[in-house]
């Protein structure tokens, strides 16, 4: 059972794509609008996701270059190709939605 699971988490990080930071932009975006309009309670709620979604996905892609360095790397290659700019464009702006929250 244990290594049937193993090999889901190691799959699923092989696989992970740099989009997954749109998560944390958007629920960056969500707690900005809810802090601007005096929500403050569910904003700071929907922060703490926000911060701990990027810490989770901080760590996995870190282990994805790590452990799967060629998949990451084609991944980056294979979107760059497509659209032209950066791939890791959905990680810069989950930090930076996140840190214009936090300011």
Known sequence: MTSERSV????AVRTMPPGC???VMATGIISIGMNLIGIE???LAVLVVCAEAY???VVLTAWRVMAFRSAFSDDLRRRWSQSRRS???PMRGAASALSKRLT
């Open 87 to 89: 791939a890791l464009s």
């Open 55 to 57: 810490l989770v996905f």
């Open 8 to 11: 889901r988490v190691h799959a």
């Open 21 to 23: 930071f749109a998560m």
């Open 41 to 43: 309670a569910l904003s």
